[in-house]
């Protein structure tokens, strides 16, 4: 019964997101309701699914009946489970967040709630097809919310993050078309145990799964392919880029580590030793260049939007190493990147509603302003840096342990130096916040005509950024005691 | 040698598909106008389409509707999947274009460079 | 050893942290503030010393809260070493917030209640540090107290002390990342990070000599950036821009004693003595420490502000704990655990009176010191009896470990460190005894020359001038820089005289002096008496077998 939950999880907000549009004939502004009416049930959903799923193990569903290998199947185990409680957490959050920052627009909300599904799509889906499917329906949905905001520049970022975007999703649908010309299957199952057989060193599996990786890199962001980010997440509106920035990129990444930990599994790894090493060092590169990229920049959403090329280099090089120390190490990074950036966002969309600040010359002395959104923001960014007992720290650990056990020590050198690297911006930022000269003038400006876009930042708005960064510090020690219950040794087939 | 030459031209679909990659990736790259660089998108999926479609054919083989006594089908499984990819690129590039027709609305211009200069002066 | 489950290790952590509370709610009304300061600091001493009787008799007290990370429990345990920098700590705190009050209402600081939470929060997380039972526990509060100092450093918030507080950052967390990637190898290694007296099984048995020295070479090294182990130390004189009690923190009450308490749980606890003589690591670490001391103390001789000679001072001083902890035998580990207190109550008093100095005359260097012996009698005498404590002079606790360090490097078989930490006494009679000597028996126009400061490095070439004019104010009773009100100069530059009855400042300032001097003293006089010598020998005997 609780499998077929899974299909459940998905259709609610499917359905949902054509009511605002209905509605829209009679009402305005009715979206946000709806928007969190569904989002609730289904947040329900996903906890009886949680349940489901500590008491069986890993779940399974076919959808229409139609029997797998020839139906598409829906599937949950230890890898997809905390990213499902993700994006059901972080949608409720945002929607928090988004009732006075956001667009109230029925559409938007239309669009907010396509995206979840189309989320909640990629992690749940079995079949790799389908997983194309809903990448793109995430794809659209957030190239369409990015765009809502009000100047045109949004339009253009959305543009480009669209152009960027789909040729990752073609790349990965060449990808999976190779791997289907080898197999002739499409779920994720059958396609392990027959890559297998073809074998893992036959070049079209080869093939395959480099254009696999070439496709989700580039919607995960890492260096090189994360070109599309900074301008992306500078150019929409907060809300929707803390939604983004916490869950798209997040949900992609998972989809790369189901793919080559599940589909391709730990042996290909390390049947192609030249492969394993090369993907390990992509993710290492991208921990370096986003860090010193972070460093050079002005405008703190861009900053924001280098960190996270950083830190998915980190999850990258987890997923890469592939044993089921250093995979706990990278959904843990993963689930706390994604509340802590996410928040990171709110806090400064926070700071530029009711100052007007957007770049790091103006963050100087704003913890003195606003004490406890700067406090909570301090927290978040110390968080990345990794110092313990938050879940930055944590997720750093299992990562670090895993790469020594396999024996990377260039590779955990470079996970011990992103702390220091990860340092470098966060320190200024902190530093100027608190130490700053205050009030250059703009604040007073700002102020008068009522901060960016005349909106009001409620208590709800702040309260929300320091329960986050409540959680994430709990978070830590919390992540350890949940590592049996995911039986990640099981996914990876170790 | 030969082994390639054989191959290329017996598998001539699938140089067609890596040309037409490559015009698409190409001017999304160099087009300076920003509808071209849809176009080209658009190139580039097609290419991705070609490669699955072509990979279902099997010489000699039927349609995939089954009757009796009949003989091999090509597999409908490339077909259906193209289907849906047709549709995500038509909603795709129907979003492009929009988001091509605000940004007109609000900068007046499609080139990409001087995009970039109205945009820095904003 | 028997383990008893309490809640005390605990307590003494979370109690600071509750006091954070306390002070920032009462942040209007400065003497409630202060008093929850001083509450929490008596409370946290109290739940400490009543667990030293118990610890004395072989008693570990142990508090279990769940795991860290797989396979990493997360347990205070206050075991003997534990118990001697939390006593430490927690005792030092009681003068130092005591002073605290006394200075930065004295200068009239802002953002007070800042520095007292942070103050409390730093001390938390010193708690924190002395009861970790393992090496992952360690390394969580030793970030933090980097995170509860760090507004410290940066209080002034102008930008020497910004650009301080960064660099403390940059420096503390590369070290505290040094220290993640040796307990990473320890972990993979062995399996466990718990501490265990003598050392955890298989460390160096099982696995390469190489890989164990890696991961001393992290552990060590990684703590020794906060313990200022050269040529990782430039952060400490930097941080002297903090206000006074903070360097007194930094020096004495817990930073740099943090990290060389790191260091002593690695020697003792994660590798053992006997470990780290197979992999051959102790002798470098103690050449290092012993290259750290002679070099801190050169430089100390020509510096002019005299927070930073005690900078270079303290530097010098932790290398002697390391010297101690690296030569291994049991005298020399006495000797080295013994100058942790020492050393603390001494250098406390010493950073003690330059802020007391610098409130009353806003005076920083020590050329403009001469004669203020009559301003601030008492000041002055309390350091001097801790400068020569400094030196080894006996009754006063610098000997008693110097005495344990001397027999432990003949113990050693290394004739030559006692040799060098014989040179370093004369060098630090070198330094010190100007200061105290020119406060008493010179005035501002009689005042020596003093080459080794004023001089240009490598001489003078060409023509040495006939008559060297020593650097002395306007001799119009003010300063250029017009601190009339506070520099008590009569019109024809002398100090004002003070007497020996205590009004030359403040009690809460003076008082704390005097106190901790006084426990120098005591600690030179009778050190057992005072529990200090009786818990390293406990943690000694504990480690090695051997009853020093």
């Known amino acids: ?494 | 040698m030969t082994g390639i030459a054989e191959s290329l031209l017996t598998q001539y679909y699938h140089v067609v598909f890596v040309l037409l990659l490559g015009i698409g990736v190409y001017t999304m790259i160099d087009a300076k106008n920003l509808v071209k660089k849809i176009i080209g998108l658009n190139v580039f999926q097609v290419s991705v389409f070609l490669f699955l479609v072509s990979s279902g054919y099997l010489e000699g083989a039927e349609p995939a509707i089954v009757k009796d006594g009949g003989g091999p089908y090509v597999n409908p499984l490339p077909h259906v999947l193209i289907l849906t990819a047709i549709v995500v690129g038509v909603s795709l590039t129907a979003l492009a274009l929009a988001l091509v027709v605000r940004v007109y609305q609000e900068y007046g211009t499609l080139d990409e460079e001087h995009l970039q200069e109205v945009m820095s002066d904003d | 050893m028997t383990e008893v489950e309490s809640l005390r290790p605990l307590a003494a952590v979370v109690v600071s942290a509750v006091a954070i509370f306390g002070i920032l709610a009462a942040h209007r009304r400065p003497n409630i503030r202060e008093a929850v300061t001083l509450v929490a600091a008596g409370a946290k001493f109290a739940i400490v010393a009543s667990m030293l009787p118990g610890v004395l008799d072989g008693t570990v007290y142990v508090t279990r809260l769940g795991e860290v990370v797989a396979g990493v429990p997360f347990v205070l345990r206050a075991d003997a070493l534990g118990l001697l920098f939390a006593l430490l700590a927690s005792f030092l705190w009681i003068p130092t917030s005591l002073y605290s009050i006394g200075y930065m209402r004295g200068l009239d600081e802002g953002n007070q209640t800042r520095y007292f939470a942070a103050f409390a929060g730093s001390l938390s997380a010193t708690m924190g540090i002395a009861f970790a039972s393992n090496l992952v526990v360690l390394f969580v509060f030793y970030e933090l107290l980097t995170v509860a100092t760090y507004p410290l450093v940066a209080h002034d918030e102008d930008e020497e002390a910004r650009a301080a507080g960064r660099k403390y950052l940059t420096y503390t967390f590369g070290g505290g990342v040094a220290v993640l990637a040796g307990t990473v190898l320890v972990f993979w290694v062995t399996g466990t990070v718990s501490f265990a007296a003598g050392g955890i099984e298989g460390l160096t048995t099982e696995t390469s000599t190489n890989v164990a020295r890696l991961a001393f070479l992290l552990l060590a090294g990684g703590f020794s950036v906060k313990a200022a182990v050269m040529p990782l130390h430039s952060w400490l004189p930097d941080a002297m821009v903090a206000p006074t009690p903070v360097s007194g923190l930094l020096h004495a009450v817990a930073v740099v004693k943090s990290g060389a308490f790191g260091v002593a749980r690695v020697v003792l606890d994660v590798f053992g003595p006997e470990a780290v003589a197979e992999i051959g690591t102790g002798l470098p670490l103690a050449v290092l420490a012993v290259f750290t001391f002679i070099a801190a103390s050169i430089i100390a001789l020509r510096k002019d502000n005299l927070k930073r000679r005690l900078a270079y001072s303290t530097i010098a001083q932790l290398s002697y704990i390391v010297m101690g902890l690296a030569l291994l035998t049991p005298t020399a580990l006495v000797g080295g655990l013994l100058h942790i207190p020492a050393h603390a109550f001494m250098k406390l008093t010493l950073f003690f009176c330059a802020g007391a100095i610098h409130v009353e005359t806003h005076t920083d260097d020590i050329s403009k010191m001469a004669g203020i012996g009559k301003r601030m009698p008492l000041t002055m005498s309390a350091f001097g009896v801790a400068s020569l404590g400094m030196a080894g002079i006996p009754l006063l606790a610098g000997f008693v470990s110097k005495w344990y360090l001397l027999v432990g490097s003949f113990d050693a078989g290394h004739a030559v460190f006692a040799f060098a930490l014989l040179l370093s006494g004369v060098l630090n009679i070198a330094y010190f005894w100007p200061i105290v000597y020119q406060a008493f028996f010179e005035t501002r126009e009689e005042s020596d020359e003093k080459p080794l400061v004023d001089a240009e490095l490598g001489g003078h070439w060409g023509k040495v001038p006939d008559h060297y004019t020593p650097r002395v104010p306007v001799a119009d009773g003010g300063d250029a820089d017009g601190e009339d009100e506070h520099s008590d100069h009569g019109a024809d530059g002398y100090w004002a005289d003070a007497g020996w009855r205590g009004g030359e400042t403040s009690p809460f300032v003076l008082v704390p002096i005097l106190g901790v001097c006084a426990c120098a003293v005591a600690l030179g006089i009778a050190p057992a008496t005072v529990y200090f010598l009786r818990v390293v020998r406990l943690i000694v005997e504990n480690v090695t077998g051997v009853v020093v």
């Open chain 1, 1 to 494: 019964m609780t499998d077929a939950l899974l299909g459940v999880v998905i259709a609610v907000p499917v359905l949902a997101s054509v009511v605002p549009l209905i509605a829209s004939f009679w009402r305005d502004k009715i979206g946000w309701y709806v928007a969190l009416i569904a989002l609730s049930v289904n947040a329900f959903i996903v906890a009886s699914i949680v349940r489901g799923f500590l008491n069986e193990g890993r779940l399974s569903h076919e959808v229409g009946g139609v029997s797998v290998p020839y139906g598409i199947e829906l599937a949950l185990d230890g890898l997809s489970v905390p990213i499902l409680v993700l994006v059901a957490l972080v949608s409720l959050g945002t929607l928090v967040y988004t009732r006075n920052a956001g667009p109230r627009s029925n559409s938007f909300y239309s669009g907010y709630l396509l995206l979840t599904a189309g989320l909640i799509g990629v992690t749940v889906t079995g079949d790799v097809f389908n997983l194309y499917v809903f990448i793109e329906i995430t794809g659209l949905t957030a190239y369409a919310l990015i765009a809502s905001g009000d100047d045109g520049r949004s339009a253009y970022a959305a543009l480009k993050y669209l152009i960027a975007g789909t040729v990752g999703a073609s790349l990965y649908l060449i990808g999976i078309a190779y791997a289907f010309v080898a197999t002739g299957t499409l779920n994720m199952a059958d396609l392990s145990a027959r890559l297998a057989e073809v074998g893992h060193s036959d070049t079209l599996v080869l093939t395959s799964f480099a254009f696999v990786v070439a496709g989700l890199g580039v919607k995960v962001a890492l260096f090189p392919l994360h070109t599309w980010q900074p301008d992306a997440y500078s150019s929409a509106p907060y809300g929707v880029a803390a939604y983004v920035s916490a869950l798209v990129s997040t949900v992609s990444a998972y989809a790369l580590g189901r793919l080559v930990l599940t589909v391709y599994t730990p042996e290909f790894l390390v049947s192609n030793p030249v492969v394993s090493s090369a993907l390990v060092y992509f993710g290492a590169l991208s921990i370096v260049a986003g860090s010193v990229l972070a460093v050079l920049q002005t405008d703190v959403r861009r900053l924001l939007a280098y960190s996270s090329v950083s830190q998915f280099g980190l999850v990258v090089v987890a997923f890469g190493i592939a044993n089921p120390t250093s995979v706990f190490g990278g959904v843990v990074t993963l689930f706390g990147h994604a509340v802590v950036k996410g928040s990171l966002f709110f806090a400064a969309g926070i700071f530029a509603y009711r100052l007007g600040v957007t770049r790091l010359d103006e963050y100087e002395g704003l913890a003195r302003k606003m004490p406890y959104t700067g406090a909570a923001f301090a927290v978040l960014a110390l968080t990345l840096v990794g110092v313990p007992p938050a879940v930055g720290f944590v997720g750093k650990w299992y990562v670090a342990l895993g790469a020594v056990r396999a024996g990377e020590t260039s590779v955990a050198v470079v996970i011990f130096a992103s702390t220091l690297l990860t340092l470098m911006y966060v320190a200024r930022l902190v530093d100027r916040m608190y130490y700053g000269a205050a009030g250059t003038g703009t604040s007073e400006t700002a102020v008068a005509d009522g901060g960016t876009g005349g909106v009001c930042v409620t208590y709800g708005m702040v309260a929300l950024v320091v329960l986050a960064a409540i959680a994430v510090v709990v978070l830590g020690p919390v992540a350890s005691a949940v590592q049996e219950t995911l039986a990640l040794g099981e996914v990876l087939g170790t």
